[in-house]
T-cell receptor, first 114, second 111 residues
């Protein structure tokens, strides 16, 4: 069966510090991978998606970046965090080819920037 | 750009009550998701539907494509149903699919 992991579960970081969140998927190959952010009091927002290794599409301009160094690994990064980066970050996957009817979400990372 | 709206934003019910949560969207979509977010933050996909009705246990989801509207019903509600329920429109776009989310409905079922 497929599982999706996110690391870390919670994180408190000072403004201006770097960020690295990791998402890994097991039990499937060539997944479509997504990073979402849920800010306090707001709905989920798609940040990045990837259809393959090294292929990243950005949905919203921001100071975050994403990378996919391996087929089942998706990383969200920042060089300098802002207060507005605080939120709940969720990774999700769907199986390739496109059209699969379910997105599977990871447990999420709660980021607080102070 | 598709706008997804949910109502109500907050809902309190007594155990056993029949619950309806509504979702409307502004442009044509490929399908619509209903998701459940537990207090700890984890999200579970409940339904994806593109027409008609789907049922799973005490949960029923319906969609009216012409009216751009979907509803999630919970029969015989229970305190363990307390969660945030989120609808999201799905548009197939080339190599991937994208979800646009509503802001969610916070449901509290009291014993």
């Amino acid at each position: 069966s497929q599982t999706i992991h996110q690391w870390p579960a919670t994180l408190v970081q000072p403004v201006g510090s770097p960020l690295s969140l990791e998402c890994t998927v097991e039990g499937t190959s060539n997944p479509n991978l997504y990073w979402y952010r849920q800010a306090a009091g707001r709905g989920l927002q798609l940040l990045f998606y990837s259809v393959g290794i090294g292929q990243i599409s950005s949905e919203v301009p921001q100071n975050l970046s994403a990378s996919r160094p391996q087929d089942r690994q998706f990383i969200l990064s920042s060089k300098k965090l802002l207060l507005s980066d605080s939120g709940f970050y969720l990774c999700a996957w769907t199986s390739a080819p496109p059209g699969t009817d379910t997105q599977y979400f990871g447990p999420g990372t709660r980021l607080t920037v102070l | 750009k598709n706008e997804v709206e949910q109502s109500p934003q907050n809902l309190t019910a007594q155990e056993g009550e029949f619950i309806t949560i509504n979702c409307s969207y502004s442009v044509g979509i490929s399908a619509l998701h209903w998701l459940q977010q537990h207090p700890g933050g984890g999200i579970v996909s409940l339904f994806m539907l593109s027409s008609g009705k789907k049922k799973h246990g005490r949960l029923i989801a319906t969609i009216n494509i012409q009216e751009k509207h979907s509803s999630l019903h919970i029969t015989a509600s229970h305190p363990r149903d307390s969660a945030v329920y989120i609808c999201a429109s799905l548009n197939y776009g080339g190599a991937t699919n994208k979800l646009i989310f509503g802001t969610g409905t916070l449901l509290a079922v009291q014993p």
